[in-house]
């Protein structure tokens, strides 16, 4: 079947701690991105992939890193400078880099700092 | 003032009743309009897309834009308890790249 898949579901952080979220997609999608949704608030957007080895920075980049070395993996890591982590992450994707096309969801991981 | 406002409920209706969802915007560059659907703990999933105005259906849902007043509904007809989640609406530009969240609506059918 295809689609997304992030992992892991749940995840602890420590104070002062890096943490890679995963996202693999077999859709062949061209773009990619990463949100972050917190209660009460629309999804943001943290970094976007349009095409491999290519990303750019969403709304609330600051704190946050990517990678896109294959076209169906992009990585989030939530680096120790990103004062408030604990949120809930979803990664996307779509057929084209203009988001008037579909966007696929993963399931999301919910991160929590400890 | 957010781009995009949506009033976040919880909103509660019989099963069976027809619901109204609503988001406001105002930026009048948005062309494209979406609603996504999301169950408690998974990612949205595309519900309705609309382009420019006018009304779209899909069985018992009908999106509805309005950009003269820069409104766009969802409409439920005959709601089922499978129904409940939260509806997040969407929308961006033909310029623009990103698409622009509204908050979400909690929608809770009671069987």
């Known amino acids: 079947d295809g689609g997304i898949t992030q992992s892991p579901k749940y995840l602890f952080r420590k104070e002062g701690q890096n943490v890679t979220l995963s996202c693999e997609q077999n859709?062949?999608?061209?773009?990619m991105y990463w949100y972050r949704q917190d209660p009460g608030q629309g999804l943001r957007l943290i970094y976007y992939?349009?095409?491999?080895?290519?990303?750019q920075k969403g709304d609330i980049a600051e704190g946050y890193s990517v990678s896109r070395e294959k076209k169906e993996s992009f990585p989030l890591t939530v680096t120790s400078a990103q004062k408030n982590p604990t949120a809930f992450y979803l990664c996307?994707?779509?057929?084209?880099?203009?988001?008037?096309?579909?966007?696929?969801f993963g399931q999301g991981t919910r991160l929590t700092v400890v | 003032q957010k781009e995009v406002e949506q009033d976040p409920g919880p909103l509660s209706v019989p099963e069976g009743a027809i619901v109204s969802l609503n988001c406001t915007y105002s930026?009048?560059?948005?062309?494209?309009f979406m609603w996504y659907r999301q169950y408690s703990r998974k990612g949205p999933e595309l519900l309705m897309y609309?382009?420019s105005s006018g009304n779209k259906e899909d069985g018992r849902f009908t999106a509805q834009v309005d950009k003269s007043s820069k409104y766009i509904s969802l409409f439920i007809r005959d709601s089922q308890p499978s129904d409940s989640a939260t509806y997040l609406c969407a929308m961006s530009g033909d310029s623009n790249y990103q698409l622009i969240w509204g908050a979400g609506t909690k929608l809770i059918i009671k069987p």
């Open positions: 609309t382009y």
């Open positions: 859709l062949n999608h061209d773009a």
């Open positions: 996307a994707s779509s057929i084209a880099g203009v988001l008037n096309t579909e966007a696929f």
């Open positions: 930026n009048s560059a948005f062309q494209y």
């Open positions: 992939s349009q095409i491999v080895n290519d990303f």
